[in-house]
């Protein structure tokens, strides 16, 4: 029998291969025994869900063909793609109002709390940072008069400039005006911070942030369970590509532009929007239709 033990994030799926395995008292790995373990003992009878299980199989296969040459494995990703994005939802300008509204209604817990959330939502939906981007910035990140935050180090060991319009330049005076009455500003503080100087935890942002959500009453329009904050990012990017399709731009350099913005580390990740959101689909569809009949110079 195969009979091995395993640990790491994906181990319960892994030991109930094992015990399938050994159920059939099987000693090597075949790919009907692979295939019938993804399907037989999967919970949700969905093609992606079996993909799943077959992703999580695949290293330790390839390690055991190392000891056994005629291991097998299904050649080809017979269920699909073991990987897909969710759509997110999509805040429209009345959601996010109402957010910033509800920010400013914590007002009662201490001034700087609500401004500091307030200041908070409205930079990342201006932006389009990360959460994680957004509460790690320093004082000596955001250049008020050059409107400029210094994004350092980041998710993928990068950093990057994120310049940001005078409107949003106007917010981050009024919060920092506020924000004097309570810390000390120092070059090394967290810009992002509540009273007595400490750092905001992401934990507590998205506490807070469902709190706010729920008080607006926003109801999810993407295939998440929930509208979570990291979806203003996601705004922020659709936003952007439909005024620039709107505007008939040239959306190939305009994309490599924004993925440099965005800190993505593939310019693909950037254009999974124009498939993976139906609005902008419905304006690429009728742009390239429009180039098709020879009414439109763009695709």
């Known amino acids: 029998m195969l009979g091995f033990s395993v640990s790491g994030p994906n181990a319960q799926l892994l030991s109930s291969f094992a015990d399938f395995a050994d159920e ?7 790919s009907d025994l692979i295939i019938n373990w993804a399907k037989d003992r999967s919970r949700i009878n969905q093609p992606f869900t079996w993909a799943g299980r077959l992703a999580i199989v695949k290293p330790f296969a390839a390690y055991m063909t190392r000891l056994d040459p005629a291991t097998e494995f299904p050649a080809s990703p017979i269920f699909g793609k073991s990987r897909r994005r969710l759509t997110p939802h999509i805040y429209t300008d009345d959601e996010i109002l109402g957010l910033l509204a ?16 307030e200041t908070l939502i409205g930079f990342i939906a201006a932006t389009g940072l990360r959460i994680s981007e957004a509460i790690n910035l320093r004082c000596c990140d955001v250049d008020i008069e050059a409107r400029c935050a210094t994004v350092r180090m980041t998710k993928f060991q990068k950093s990057r400039h994120v310049p940001f319009h005078r409107s949003v330049t106007e917010a981050l005076e009024s919060y920092l005006q506020i924000r004097g009455r309570f810390v000390r500003q120092e070059a090394e503080q967290a810009f992002f911070t509540v009273a007595g100087g400490q750092n905001l935890k992401k934990r507590t942002v998205h506490g807070v942030f469902q709190r706010l959500r729920a008080a607006v009453g926003i109801i999810p329009r993407g295939s998440h369970s929930h509208v979570r904050i990291h979806d203003l990012r996601h ?3 659709c936003r952007r590509l439909e005024r620039w399709q709107a505007e008939g731009c040239d959306i190939d350099n305009a994309i490599a532009a924004l993925s440099t913005y965005v800190g993505h580390a593939k310019v693909s990740d950037t254009y999974w929007y124009m498939s993976g959101i139906p609005d902008l689909m419905a304006i690429a569809g009728s742009r390239f239709e429009g180039f098709a009949l020879g009414e439109d110079s763009y695709v």
């Open 24 to 30: 059939q008292d099987c000693r090597r790995l075949t």
């Open 102 to 117: 509800a920010a400013r209604a914590l007002q009662a817990k201490g001034e700087l709390r609500s401004v500091v959330f």
């Open 235 to 237: 705004t922020f990017i």
